[in-house]
């Protein structure tokens, strides 16, 4: 993502209600009119226009922050906008100041929809999922005829994993017969569970991670109110993010960074970490808040582990292979205490003894 984001009004607006994938004094992607590190992506679509054979439904995936969705809004804002009123209409590029691009940002555009978790007006949380009717009321909009001189109409889903079975369905059958100019934009962090009739009516576009230096680029170039970060911590966040400006996010606030260190000083003590620290680790995510905090721990063991095995790769599986088991008993263990609201204690106390048992193998 590049750091340009839209001024508009929306922006400028105080936030009244919240939106899956909201980021404290970020703007959303919605509001940013440019992009950076998705040129090929970014190309596919700017081509697929140029010749006239635009597919009308694509499936944008790829790892979570690395600006999917502001790609989709990237192209939506093309798409609803006028070509003659636009500086170059070969490319996707469209002036932050232009209507288009401050209808796009309010979500007030005739011919766009986002499909998408939304607070509702007096709720104190988000759906867990896209409901049925939402996806119905939404996909209405396919139902009349397109107006403007853009001549598109845009659906968003961001993002497919938030639909329900009903709400695929509903939206599989928009798919399976869409209406003339009309295309999906689908957001997916995980392409590959989807409902494969969803997946086979879709062209396929993947996103990748973004680079160190694109990452900084992003955050360095957020608006106020975004705090400026410390150069080291901006550093370390982009090393460790694989590549999600999201995580890098997360991991610039002092407790993720905290709990993030502590874990790669007790996992660079195996085998045999100190047994006081970890407890209290597990202490610390266990509570009630701490589920980010205890995906911020499950996201450094990973690292640990492909670290380990790519540093011992001249070894041979049979020595890898305590290893290997170690991590799959991990995250299965970290699904069964996720779906089953369990003590996480025991989750992260067995983890440490898991990988201790396998460094001493």
């Known amino acids: 993502m590049r750091p340009d984001s839209a001024r508009s009004s929306a922006r400028d607006t105080a936030r009244t209600e919240a939106e899956a994938g909201d980021l404290a004094n970020i703007p959303r992607p919605r509001e940013q009119t440019r992009l950076l590190g998705q040129t090929q992506a970014e190309a596919a679509f700017a081509a697929a226009l140029a010749s006239g054979r635009l597919h009308h439904a694509w499936l944008i995936g790829g790892p979570a922050g690395i600006g999917k969705a502001t790609l989709a809004y990237r192209v939506a804002r093309r798409l609803v906008s006028d070509p003659r009123t636009l500086p170059s209409p070969e490319s996707l590029d469209v002036p932050e100041d232009h209507p288009a691009a401050r209808q796009v940002a309010a979500l007030s555009h005739p011919n766009l929809i986002a499909l998408r978790r939304v607070q509702a007006p007096g709720a104190k949380t988000l759906p867990t999922r896209i409901s049925v009717d939402a996806a119905r009321e939404a996909l209405a909009l396919f139902g009349a005829t397109a107006g403007g001189e853009g001549g598109w109409r845009v659906c968003i889903v961001d993002s497919a994993e938030d639909l329900n079975a009903n709400s695929a369905n509903a939206l599989l059958k928009m798919i399976e017969e869409p209406p003339p100019r009309a295309i999906f934009l689908i957001v997916s962090h995980a392409p590959g569970r989807l409902l494969p009739t969803i997946r086979s009516r879709c062209r396929a576009l993947a996103l990748r991670p973004l680079a160190e230096t694109d990452i900084r680029a992003v955050i360095e170039g957020f608006p106020p ?17 694989e590549g999600s400006v999201a995580r890098a996010v997360a991991l610039l606030d002092p407790a993720t ?41 499950l996201e450094a063991i990973q690292r640990h582990v492909a670290a380990e095995l790519d540093r011992r790769q001249g070894e041979g599986p049979a020595r890898l292979i305590g290893l290997v088991e170690a991590a799959e008993r991990i995250a299965a263990s970290a699904r069964e205490a996720a779906i089953y609201n369990l003590d996480r204690r025991p989750l992260v106390l067995g983890a440490f003894r898991e990988l201790a048992a396998a460094a001493r193998a």
């Open 257 to 297: 960074a905290a709990v993030e260190a502590e874990v790669s000083a007790l996992l660079a003590g195996l085998p045999e970490p100190d047994g006081r620290r970890v407890l209290k680790l597990a202490e610390t995510l266990a509570g009630r808040d701490a589920e980010p905090l205890l995906a911020t721990a």
């Open 225 to 241: 109110p975004f705090a400026r970060p410390d150069a080291a911590a901006l550093a370390r966040a982009a090393a460790l993010c």
